[in-house]
């Protein structure tokens, strides 16, 4: 399983990408900001792939994994941000996104040090 998700990085990140530059995703009735809960969601679910991809591919150190996850999921949410602004006419750059998307990258950080936290204790 572990070996799949590392895997996963690339594709996943494709996957966001692409859906975060179409024309509006979902339905059009949903209340106002609630797409901050998804993009908190894809981007918790970025940084545990690539958390994934960096310590099983490249072998380095949880916290560098970490630093490096954290930095790459902040950094893409806001280059993401800038091609909705300047590459389409129906999206706009939003501070709000990039917050949500932090917001989804330290909740798996946290999720990655409590998992880690139990391995230890029962290991």
């Known amino acids: 399983m572990h070996k799949l998700l590392a895997f996963a990085s690339i594709p996943y990140t494709i996957l966001l990408t692409v859906l975060s530059l179409l024309p509006q995703v979902g339905p059009s009735n949903m209340p106002s900001n609630s797409d901050k809960v998804f993009h908190t969601i894809a ?7 690539w958390y994934l991809f960096f310590t099983y591919k490249n072998k380095i150190s949880t ?12 950094v893409f949410g806001i280059i993401i941000e800038i ?9 706009q ?9 932090t917001l989804g990258a330290i909740l798996a950080v946290l999720i990655i040090k409590l998992v ?5 204790k029962y290991n």
């Open 83 to 91: 091609l909705q602004h300047t590459l389409t006419q129906y999206r």
């Open 116 to 120: 880690l936290k139990i391995n230890v």
């Open 93 to 101: 750059a939003d501070i709000n996104d990039v917050i949500a998307n």
């Open 63 to 74: 916290k560098k994994a970490i630093i490096i996850t954290v930095i790459y999921a902040i």
């Open 43 to 49: 981007y918790f679910i970025f940084t545990i792939v």
